[in-house]
């Protein structure tokens, strides 16, 4: 029997009691499946990553039903008792003021927090973690990368989300398919923007958003406040499409939404009222206000219903009581959201951490029928590590680029290339000036890892957010990311570097093209070390500021510790220097500046033994000072190769150490 037919069976308007919690089967409002054909929708159509499949393929929509749901969070008890059941083609509005639960009753839905008692069920099995893959939750706040457009951001959701079976025209017909019922197709070549940069405008963002979702078919789709934010046609505008989405696709969606217009709450099939974390009301969004004229608070003709039901549920704390104590004698005898005692059998709510296995959709006809789920053995994540590491790097490549490369950063680099090369231009070979060309290799050692470093501080607290929603907290995903992150920016940082440490270099006329090729490299390796420390402390310290501030004590730190400015530290503060990780760099390039050079003229009066005594057997002779006699002024204790070993080290303990951090520390909700 169809779902237009089964609307029939709907109990008449006339009666409220039971009506407002009727199980009305996977029936649609007749006027819902008229308003369908009418507009040309046919419920078998195929989309998402179901797209150019056949009937029998496509994934249907699953029935979710809770029960008893109880949530306490630090001896607070946020739900008591909360039911409800949305079928194939409905949509629930999950309503009620601030504080209510929504949020937290939508996160027990997707199995982000466990709660205290209750039942969630997929098609009356237990939501276990190989059913959450099933479902897809849109989180009420946009989170994208501000200069990925429209076009990018979806194919890396794609990339990252399909399976690498699906080829990439197949992915780009799965995003035409999406765009265009979406209606975001005329912006699929703009940016997202943020409020720096101008990109697409709120209900685009948020299409886009819910896209990113759709791109793996879920059978159930849960969204938190879509319309937040957004003007009421926008609003009317994405509920609809939600809307003709569900009826189109047989998809089952969930969504709690703060004081909608009055077409745009006549849209959904159900309500869920909530107040204080109970249930108010639950049934047809239709009958809400007959509930409440049969409960003596008639609502006034042209008087929106969704704020009329809020601002009662708000009277006071004896007219909410009065609701909710209206809403459970129904609750009693109601199947799709009964009243239950805390003494009825264990209700405990089933582990989210289920099996590895997958929950594959079959439907053998039209309307999914004869329908049934079979666990079949499947890898954890759809792509592969390698199919993650290109996505990610070519994503946060086009991120940082305009960022990195700006007009401001290049004009930047150049200017402080080429101020530093003028003040120190052609320094002199001689005993006095030794100190200045120190001065000028410190200061480029120093400028390419305060650079770097502070490219990086702010990236985690910045993405934290899009590593929790796009699920990196897994080992080789965040592996994956971490990677991504490095080759994704050097290839970035390394041309401005080339710029400015060859300008630097030659007008200062450091020690020839051997030391130029070797001190870069070692900058490069100082650039490497200063990303990963950056990192490092971003995933330790989750807000910007801290985070911030930590790099700069850091960076005053590491310029005290350095090499130039203090060569001999107290025995016991001696330890301190290994905190310096400028000094190995510094160390290096001064070598490599000395060494075998014994080109520096001796000053009148020197204080280096062989040039005083150079000046005692013959003052009118010209001496150079040995180059070994020049490193012993620093007190360099280890070789090149063992400066550049500890600056390979550091690299690699820091990005273990904040590999860690978040995958054990900082994870977030996986």
């Not at 979406?182 to 912006?187: D, H, P, Q, W």
């Not at 490092?536 to 004590?553: E, H, K, N, P, Y």
């Not at 150079?614 to 002779?621: D, G, K, M, R, T």
Request: proline letters at 5%; one cysteine or more; aromatic letters at 8%.
């Amino acid at each position: 029997m169809s779902s237009c037919q089964d609307s029939n069976s709907l109990p008449p308007h006339s009666a409220v009691g039971s009506a407002g919690f009727s199980s009305p089967g996977l029936a649609l409002g007749e006027g819902e499946c008229e308003r369908a054909r009418m507009e040309g929708f046919r419920l078998d159509s195929p989309t998402g990553a179901s797209a150019g499949q056949t009937d029998s393929q496509k994934r249907r929509g699953l029935a979710v039903r809770f029960r008893g749901v109880e949530v306490e969070i630090q001896g607070r008890q946020i739900l008591r008792d909360v039911a409800g059941a949305v079928l194939p083609g409905e949509l629930l509005a999950l309503m009620g003021p601030s504080g209510a639960g929504k949020t937290t009753l939508l996160s027990v839905l997707t199995g982000r927090i466990q709660a205290k008692s209750g039942q969630v069920t997929l098609d009356d099995r237990p939501l276990t973690k190989s059913l959450r893959r099933m479902l897809c939750y849109v989180m009420q706040q946009d989170i994208f990368f501000p200069y990925l457009t429209v076009k990018d951001t979806l194919m890396c959701q794609a990339h990252l989300r399909l399976p690498d079976s699906v080829t990439f025209a197949e992915k780009e017909k799965i995003i035409s398919v999406l765009v265009d019922e979406l209606g975001i197709k005329k912006c699929l070549n703009t940016i997202i923007g943020n409020d720096f940069v101008r990109g697409v405008s709120g209900g685009e963002k948020k299409r886009v958003n819910i896209a990113c979702e759709l791109l793996t078919d879920p059978s159930v789709m849960i969204l938190d406040e879509p319309t937040s934010g957004l003007d009421s046609s926008t609003s009317h505008s994405l509920i609809t499409s939600l809307k003709h989405y569900a009826v189109k696709h047989r998809k089952t969606i969930i969504s709690s939404i703060h004081q909608p217009s009055s077409p745009v709450f006549h849209m959904f099939d159900k309500l869920l009222l909530m107040s204080d974390g109970e249930v108010a009301y639950y049934g047809p969004a239709s009958r809400i206000v007959d509930f409440f004229a049969d409960l003596g608070m008639p609502c006034t003709p042209l008087y929106n219903p969704a704020d009329y039901m809020l601002d009662k549920v708000k009277e006071s704390p004896e007219v909410r009581q009065d609701i909710v104590d209206y809403s459970n004698k129904f609750r009693v005898s109601s199947v799709e959201c009964p009243l239950l005692s805390h003494d009825k059998a264990d209700m405990h709510l089933q582990s989210m951490a289920g099996g590895l296995s997958e929950v594959k959709v079959v439907a053998t006809d039209r309307e999914g029928a004869g329908a049934e789920l079979l666990e079949v053995e499947s890898p954890q994540w759809a792509s592969s590590f390698w199919m993650q590491l290109r996505t990610l790097t070519a994503r946060s490549f086009k991120q940082q680029l305009p960022q990195i490369l700006s007009l401001v950063s290049v004009i930047k680099t150049l200017v402080m290339a080429v101020i530093p090369g003028l003040i120190w231009f052609q320094v002199p070979r001689e005993e006095d000036q030794i100190q200045a060309r120190c001065g000028m290799l410190f200061y480029l050692v120093l400028y390419w890892f305060i650079a770097p470093i502070y490219i990086a501080l702010p990236s985690f607290p910045a993405e934290r957010s899009i590593i929790n929603k796009e699920r990196l907290a897994g080992s080789y995903r965040l592996l994956a990311y971490f990677l991504a992150k490095l080759l994704s920016e050097l290839p970035l940082v390394i041309p401005q570097l080339l710029v400015h440490v060859t300008i630097s270099f030659w007008l200062t006329g450091l020690n020839g093209p051997g030391a130029y090729f070797a001190d870069m490299g070692i900058i490069t390796l100082t650039t490497i070390t200063s990303q990963a420390l950056g990192l490092l402390i971003s995933v330790t310290f989750l807000r910007i500021d801290q985070a911030m501030a930590v790099g700069m004590s850091l960076m005053i730190l590491m310029i005290l510790l350095g090499g130039f400015y203090i060569q001999k530290l107290p025995f016991w503060l001696v330890w301190l220097r290994y905190l310096a990780i400028i000094l190995f760099s510094f160390h290096a390039t001064v070598q490599l500046e000395f060494r075998d050079n014994a080109s520096f003229r001796c000053a009148s009066q020197s204080f280096y033994p062989h040039c005083a005594a150079a000046h005692l057997n013959n003052p009118n002779e010209t001496a150079y000072i040995p180059a070994q006699e020049i490193l012993d002024q620093f007190s360099i204790p280890l070789p090149v190769w063992g400066n550049i070993l500890v600056l390979v080290l550091y690299i690699l303990a820091f990005q273990v150490a904040a590999y860690l951090m978040l995958r054990f520390v900082r994870t977030p909700g996986k």
